[in-house]
């Protein structure tokens, strides 16, 4: 079965630090990965697809980019209203599986 | 602005079915594909069913196939989710979402029909 591998499945880190989350997944899917974030009782918000094109109005601290079947999701300096998690999706086929979230945290 | 109304969830008994329904405003319903996500109760999001925009295309995740079936009238904006044979694995909060183009990433998401499925 396909799936998409998420890590880290948390992480903490301090305001203005530098975030890394990674999805790898179980096939190639050409660039057909995007990225969520849901902030605690709230609706997943697109940031990311075509893994690296910014959805408009998201802010440019987050990057995305991809590296055959690895994809990472980059916030370059992480701010209070960035505590979420955050999911990768893939789009290529059916099944549109989705990674299992991180949980990103301020220290 | 871009509005999706999720209706319908409700308390079922296992064995039951439900039927949700989702209410598209601010967009050319008939030109977008559109897709259910659920997420049960403290875990991750779940992909359930895409319905392309012509209603002609629909797909289906693994462990709903044959219990879950997915529609459109794009001459009212409505998408629909029937749902059969319910399970107690079933519960979950069932989001409706717009593909931002077909076959892509949603852009779009309700703010979701709660389903519980419980004796």
């Known amino acids: 079965d396909f799936q998409m591998t998420q890590s880290p499945s948390s992480l903490s880190a301090s305001v203005g630090d530098r975030v890394t989350i990674t999805c790898r997944a179980s096939?190639?899917?050409?660039?057909?990965l995007a990225w969520y974030q849901q902030r605690p009782g709230k609706v997943p918000k697109l940031l990311i697809y075509?893994?690296?094109t910014l959805q408009s109005g998201v802010p440019s601290r987050f990057s995305g980019s991809a590296s055959g079947t690895d994809f990472t999701l980059t916030i370059s300096s992480l701010q209070p209203e960035d505590v979420a998690t955050y999911y990768c999706?893939?789009?290529?086929?059916?099944?549109?599986?989705f990674g299992g979230g991180t949980k990103v945290q301020i220290k | 602005e871009v509005q999706l109304l999720e209706s319908g969830g409700d308390l079922v008994q296992p064995g039951g079915s439900l039927r949700l329904s989702c209410a598209a405003s601010g967009f050319t319903f008939s030109s977008y594909t559109m897709g259910w996500v659920r997420q049960a109760p403290g875990k991750g999001l779940e992909w359930v069913s895409d319905i392309s925009a012509s209603g002609g295309n629909t797909y289906y995740a693994a462990s709903v196939k044959g219990r879950f079936s997915i529609s459109r009238d794009n001459s009212k904006n409505t998408l629909n989710l029937q749902m059969n044979s319910l399970r107690v694995e079933d519960s979950a909060l069932y989001y409706c979402?717009?593909?931002?183009?077909?076959?892509?990433?949603?852009?779009?998401w309700g703010q979701g029909a709660l389903v519980t499925v419980s004796s």
């Open positions: 075509a893994a690296s």
């Open positions: 096939r190639a899917i050409s660039n057909y």
């Open positions: 999706q893939n789009y290529d086929n059916a099944p549109l599986t």
């Open positions: 979402a717009k593909a931002r183009i077909s076959g892509s990433s949603y852009d779009y």
